[in-house]
């Protein structure tokens, strides 16, 4: 749908990140974190390379999820920023573990931390949202990929990057 490549690039630090907005089919149960029913939606998928100046040469030394090395790296660039405050949120928006309730309290409750699934389902049972009951079914955390829909705006913030 919409592919493009962005390149940050500084003295010593280089990160190209590939960003995709795709049309794709959920999986089953077919749903989104509201428990809608699912079948289609547009997905974000950013991946970065990273590379060290060495030898007045760019050396390949890590790629991914490297959101946490553009924050770093590229800490005066708005648009870099920008982009990291995006990835974060947004990556991958189709494989979600959690329902709207779950994926809240997760996000604050690993705010300051690195996320871990069982420290997670843990930390979701001693508040009760472990598992969500609704009246035509009941969800578990992790047990299927559930969707969060890109909100318009996003869509159109990720493609107004170049």
Same mark, same amino acid.
């Given at each position: ?14 990160? *190209? ?9 959920? #999986? ?12 289609? %939606? ?11 100046? *060495?030898?007045?040469?760019? &050396? ?28 974060? &949120? ?16 997760? &996000? ?23 598992? *969500?009951?609704?009246? #035509?079914?009941? %969800? ?8 969060? &829909? ?13």
């Amino acid at each position: 749908m919409n592919n493009k490549k962005i390149a940050f690039i500084g003295e010593q630090w280089k990160i *190209v990140l590939a960003i995709e907005l795709r049309e794709k089919e959920s #999986v089953s149960p077919h749903l989104d974190i509201d428990f809608n029913s699912c079948i289609q %939606y547009t997905e974000l998928s950013i991946c970065g390379t990273l590379y060290e100046k *060495v030898n007045h040469h760019w &050396r390949d030394v890590g790629g991914g999820q490297i959101t946490s090395d553009l924050k770093k790296y590229f800490a005066d660039d708005t648009k870099a920023q920008e982009i990291a405050e995006v990835w974060d &949120r947004w990556h991958l928006n189709g494989m979600k573990a959690g329902c709207r309730e779950q994926d809240e309290f997760v &996000r604050k409750h690993f705010a300051d931390k690195r996320y871990d699934y069982t420290k997670a389902c843990d930390a979701l049972e001693a508040v009760g949202l472990y598992t *969500v009951k609704r009246p #035509v079914l009941e %969800y578990k955390y992790g047990h299927a990929w559930l969707v969060e &829909r890109l909100p318009d705006a996003i869509i159109t913030q990720v493609e107004s990057w170049s």
